[in-house]
């Protein structure tokens, strides 16, 4: 052996566990190694990173307590959202909805609304989901004591209970981009006995 070569390790590993291996080889010279080693880290600073992100998009109900409206109790704005979603798109329009779903709107509307007096006047007989006369959509709608109805959104509602994710926000601008479309009718849609092209 040369003086200025090191002398070759012996590479000894035992395994820990998950695929992890050790190295126990007593070297004095790791200088490739280490840079290995360094790379090591950063792969475990990235993964730690990930995981907070991770732990940080899973963690909104840690951020904001659980929400009890009417008997249930909501642990994070996507499950509240998802359950008056799936109610607005699976009742038949202009029904009543029973006393049990009836009870959780009006709880919705006291405590998420900006203006819940407003909104429920004289006191509310019924709710219903309607199509809205402007949007063409699907709506909750509330029927007063005086037999007047008037919308409201259950999105709107919710988020100011506890906050949507950002993909999920009423996008204040949207209602008046869709009336700025209505009655153009520019599209081409599939035509009546064109031949395309021949």
Not at 31 to 60: I, Q
Not at 93 to 116: A, C, Q, T
Not at 149 to 162: E, M, N
Request: with cysteine; hydrophobic share 30%; charged share 35%.
């Amino acid at each position: 052996m040369a003086d200025g070569e090191a002398a070759p390790c012996e590479k000894t590993e035992v395994e820990v566990g998950d695929g992890i291996a050790v190295d126990t080889a007593p070297c004095s010279d790791r200088a490739g190694e280490d840079s290995k080693r360094g790379r090591e880290d950063d792969e475990s600073e990235v993964n730690s990173e990930k995981r907070v992100k991770l732990s940080a998009a899973d963690g909104e109900s840690a951020a904001n307590p659980p929400v009890s409206v009417g008997p249930k109790t909501f642990t994070s704005s996507v499950a509240m959202f998802d359950y008056f979603y799936k109610l607005l798109h699976t009742w038949p329009p202009k029904v009543d909805l029973n006393k049990y779903e009836h009870m959780m709107l009006l709880e919705l509307v006291k405590k998420g609304h900006s203006e819940p007096d407003k909104k429920i006047g004289s006191g509310v007989k019924v709710f219903q989901v309607r199509f809205h006369p402007q949007y063409k959509s699907r709506c909750f709608f509330l029927v007063r004591e005086d037999e007047s109805a008037d919308d409201f959104s259950f999105r709107k509602c919710v988020d100011r209970l506890i906050p949507l994710p950002e993909n999920m926000q009423v996008q204040q601008d949207a209602n008046r981009a869709l009336q700025g479309r209505r009655g153009r009718g520019g599209g081409r849609g599939r035509g009546r006995g064109r031949s395309h092209g021949k």
